[in-house]
C-alpha cells in the first residue's frame, strides 16, 4: 500500500503483542498518520508513544466504542487530524470468550460478546463513515473463520453468532456505501498468534501470524483492492 500522506483509523490498538500493534506498524512503516482508538487510555498511549518513537505521526485516543455518545465526542475530535478525510478505518477493538454449551450459557456472557465485537464495529462504523467517504476509503472488519461454512462454533455461540454480525454488517456498508466510493470487506482468520493466545493456549497450535493479518489489511487498503468490496478473506 502507498500509505505515505494517507490517514488510517485503527481500533483496538492497545495491548502489546496483540493484531493491532501489528497493524499499526505495518502502516506507519509506510509513512501513514496513525489515529490508535481503544478503551485503555494508558495501553493506546503505550502503542502511539512507541510508534512515534520510530518516528511516526500516531495519535491516540481513548475511547469506549460501545457508547455512541462517547464515540461521537471523540470522533470530533479525530476529524480535526482528517484533513481530506480518512483513508481506511480497520475495526479490530473486539474479544474471545468462550461461552459453554447455549444450555448452560450465561446471558451476560452473551451481551458482552456482543458488545465487544459487533457493537464497537457498528459504532465505529457509524461514527468514522463521513471521514471514509471523503476520501472514498476503505474498511476492514475482523470475523472469524468459525463463522464461514464449515466452522466449529460448538459452545463459542456467543462470539460466532456476534461475528457473524460483524460479517453481515460488513455486507450492509459495502452495498449502501458502493456509490460513495467506500469499499468494505472483512478478513477471517482462524487462531492468530498473539501474546494473548499464547498464554492460553501454547506455542504447539496452528496459528496465523499477526504479520499475515497485517499483510491482508493492508492490501484491502491498497489501491490494488480497489475493485474489492463485499468479500470475506480466510486466513488459515
Known amino acids: 500500500m502507498q ?133 472514498r476509503g476503505a474498511i476492514v472488519f475482523f470475523v472469524s473463520a468459525a463463522v464461514l461454512p464449515g466452522g466449529k462454533i460448538a459452545e463459542i455461540a456467543a462470539y460466532a453468532a456476534a461475528k457473524s454480525g460483524v460479517l453481515a454488517l460488513m455486507r450492509a456498508v459495502a452495498d449502501e456505501e458502493r456509490e460513495n466510493g467506500v469499499r468494505a470487506n472483512a478478513i477471517a482468520p482462524t487462531t492468530i498468534r498473539t501474546s494473548a493466545n499464547l498464554d492460553t493456549m501454547g506455542s504447539s497450535v496452528r496459528y496465523v501470524e499477526r504479520e499475515q493479518v497485517a499483510d491482508t489489511v493492508m492490501y484491502l487498503c491498497s489501491d490494488k483492492a480497489s475493485a474489492v468490496t463485499g468479500q470475506v478473506l480466510q486466513l488459515a
Open 3 to 135: 500509505a505515505d500522506k494517507r490517514v488510517v483509523i485503527l481500533t483496538g490498538v492497545g495491548r502489546e503483542g496483540q493484531v493491532g500493534e501489528t497493524v499499526a506498524g505495518a502502516f506507519a512503516a509506510l509513512g501513514a498518520r496513525i489515529i490508535a482508538v481503544d478503551r485503555d487510555a494508558r495501553e493506546v498511549e503505550a502503542r502511539a508513544e512507541s510508534l512515534r518513537r520510530d518516528g511516526a505521526d500516531a495519535f491516540a485516543f481513548a475511547c469506549d466504542l460501545t457508547d455512541e455518545v462517547q464515540a461521537a465526542e471523540v470522533g470530533r475530535e479525530i476529524a480535526k487530524l482528517c484533513a481530506g478525510g480518512a483513508n481506511a478505518l480497520v475495526n479490530m477493538a473486539g474479544g474471545f470468550a468462550m461461552t459453554g454449551r447455549v444450555a448452560d450459557s450465561d446471558p451476560n456472557a452473551w451481551r458482552k460478546q456482543f458488545d465487544i465485537n459487533l457493537t464497537t464495529a457498528y459504532i465505529a462504523t457509524r461514527c468514522f463513515l463521513p471521514l471514509v467517504r471523503e476520501a
